[in-house]
């Protein structure tokens, strides 16, 4: 299991960008295998998938985000970052990093989530 810290986050104006980024523990190498990925809960709601990428780099969106948010992996570095733009209230939750391991049965790795308000 992998140690993941996140970054960025806080609060936004209705229709700006915002930026968050995901530290993993351990080696390059072992964080090139993990897929990476941002999940997002709001209050009152389930968690669902922001976006999501690989281990090969191909990317994975939920349906609300599509064409506005951008998730791209520095494996050098072992971090995930999410490019957030023309965000709308609905876009306030906390978001939550996700390590995803290249084995099934092994336990995926979260975050503490940082919250991210979209103020009208």
């Known amino acids: 299991q992998v140690h993941l810290v996140e970054s960025g986050g806080g609060l936004v104006q209705s229709g700006g960008s915002l930026a968050l980024s995901c530290a993993a523990s351990g080696s390059a190498a072992m964080f090139s295998v993990y897929g990476m990925g941002w999940y997002r809960q709001a209050p009152g709601k389930e968690r669902e998938l922001v976006a999501k990428t690989s281990s090969d780099g191909r990317r994975q969106y939920g349906d609300s985000v599509k064409g506005r948010f951008t998730i791209t992996r520095d494996n050098a570095n072992h971090t995930v970052h999410l490019h957030m733009t023309s965000l709308p209230p609905e876009d306030t939750a906390v978001y939550y990093c996700?390590?995803?391991?290249?084995?099934?049965?092994?336990?995926?790795?979260w975050g503490r989530g940082p919250p991210v308000t979209v103020s009208y």
């Open positions: 996700n390590a995803e391991p290249p084995i099934a049965t092994m336990i995926h790795s």
